[in-house]
């Protein structure tokens, strides 16, 4: 039987590498026989990527490009993809580190082991040493603070829409924090996990939003809004 998955990809300002992206996916998710959709969203570019979208894409069936008329950040662009999503299974992939067909096949062969597919990089390839200090320091917090045993939150996942549909789970943060928020919220209400390795695709133009300083800055008060809301939610 088909996988029957909905492809979320987000973008913003990401001219150089966002045609490559949607196009290898297609192929990919085409010569797999899958089920599916890709459902793209620009999230408020200043650049060329709604244009090079709307000339590569706009009538490329199972493609479907959806433009915010400004920057929310990638916890509001995946929030925006989920309410769209069709398919039973919901994959978000990053554009700055495309699908492959072994990444695929990887999610894909896995798909019905669990309620959310958790994948880990085997090498955070292209971090500086200031990156992996962040990366740790990030790892440990949302391990202590929400008693969470995974390997990496913060990196490809994939949901059976089962979890936003029955069991109502809904994004509230904007930033990159919102990963591990589902996934918080998921052990929370009892669905399962399934982890497994994956190799990371080093990204070859731009800075990824969530190196910034702004990012890192706007993932720690959203971790810690979400750690002092849980707190009082117990008294």
């Not at 067909?101 to 597919?117: E, G, I, T």
């Not at 929400?146 to 029955?166: A, K, Q, T, V």
């Not at 919102?178 to 390795?197: D, N, P, S, V, W």
Request: net charge positive; hydrophobic share 45%; charged share 20%.
């Amino acid at each position: 039987m088909p996988v029957s998955i909905s492809v979320i990809i987000p973008a913003f300002n990401e001219e150089a590498i966002i045609a490559n992206a949607v196009s290898v996916a297609q192929s990919i998710l085409v010569a797999a026989g899958a089920d599916f959709e890709i459902i793209v969203i620009n999230d408020g570019s200043s650049d060329n990527t709604g244009e090079i979208l709307d000339r590569q894409f706009a009538q490329i069936p199972h493609v479907s490009i959806h433009h915010k008329p400004k920057n929310e950040g990638f916890g509001s662009a995946i929030r925006s993809g989920i309410k769209l999503a069709t398919r039973q299974f919901i994959f978000c992939v990053p554009v700055d580190s495309p699908l492959t067909p072994a990444l695929y096949q990887a999610f894909s062969s896995n798909v019905y082991k669990a309620d959310v597919l958790v994948s880990y990089r085997r090498q955070k390839v292209g971090y500086s040493i200031r990156k992996h200090i962040n990366s740790w320091v990030y790892h440990w917090l949302v391990s202590r603070l929400f008693g969470m045993n995974l390997r990496d939150y913060n990196w490809i996942h994939l949901y059976n829409r089962r979890i936003f549909d029955e069991g109502k789970i809904e994004i509230e943060y904007n930033g990159i924090f919102m990963l591990a928020e589902i996934l918080i919220k998921a052990q929370r209400k009892g669905f399962t996990f399934y982890e497994f390795e994956v190799e990371q695709t080093e990204r070859l133009t731009g800075i990824a939003t969530a190196s910034k300083f702004s990012a890192i800055i706007r993932t720690l008060g959203e971790m810690t809004d979400f750690w002092r809301r849980l707190n009082q939610s117990k008294h």
